[in-house]
């Protein structure tokens, strides 16, 4: 090979090796070393988070919160899961980014990050308010993963910003009312319960009672006419 030839080989490779170069710096994460905080302020805003809204394509849940407690605000202020709710307000002031991804709108939808207004979107958003409304934080969440520690993560992504993100955490929410009934409205201990009256529409009231000291089975008191008497499995089971 001669002279020439070599230094445009020389040269080809060079060219080669620069491009190469360039598209993985281009497709590549950029990890930050110190995992910096996501929202490295709302750890001391956290008491002043009053609503928090999720969102998706189809569905809406607004949680309020009011007299020391979170609410259903859609739901005639039924008792939220407060410590559901209270677990992902402080998880969001503990995420951490681990790597910035794309800026490419039309690859949002690979890591489920794109509006969730727009057309068979796959996030949720979830937004923290205060008192008059002010958005505190909110987040655009995408798929889960795991980091190159093995640790939860996913996909994510600020709404006024294009820059996808990996971040290290975990959230538990879901843009379903269901998903935040309080089941449990009160919690007796069951031995304790020695009647109970019950009251229907257009009838007239009748009770469960234990007639003595430490029996465990309910009878009926005043069962209006007509009624049948139900099974002592299926009377503890209302009773309970």
Do not use: C, H
Not at 3 to 19: D, E, P
Not at 26 to 52: C, M, R, S, W, Y
Not at 96 to 120: F, G, S
């Amino acid at each position: 090979m001669n002279s020439k030839r070599l230094l445009k080989f020389a040269a080809f490779t060079f060219l080669v090796m620069i491009g190469a170069l360039f598209y993985w710096q281009q497709q590549a994460p950029e990890v930050g070393t110190d995992k910096a905080l996501l929202f490295p302020e709302l750890a001391e805003q956290i008491n002043q988070v009053k609503i928090v809204e999720i969102k998706n394509q189809d569905e809406q849940v607004i949680l309020s919160f009011q007299n020391q407690a979170w609410l259903l605000q859609d739901s005639d202020n039924f008792p939220a899961l407060n410590e559901k709710v209270r677990e992902n307000i402080i998880a969001l002031s503990q995420l951490r980014i681990k790597a910035l991804k794309t800026k490419k709108p039309e690859l949002y939808n690979k890591l489920a990050v794109e509006d969730p207004n727009q057309r068979q979107s796959q996030s949720q958003l979830i937004s923290l308010l205060d008192e008059e409304g002010n958005i505190i934080a909110a987040l655009i969440v995408g798929k889960q993963t795991a980091s190159s520690d093995k640790l939860p993560a996913f996909y994510a992504r600020l709404p006024d910003s294009p820059q996808a993100l990996l971040v290290e955490g975990r959230l538990n929410i879901s843009s379903l009312e269901k998903d935040w009934f309080e089941q449990t409205i009160i919690d007796l201990d069951d031995a304790e319960v020695k009647s109970i009256q019950i009251q229907q529409p257009d009838e007239a009231p009748f009770s469960l009672i234990r007639e003595q000291e430490g029996e465990l089975n309910f009878t009926y008191q005043d069962l209006p006419p007509g009624k049948k008497m139900q099974s002592e499995v299926l009377l503890n089971s209302m009773a309970n």
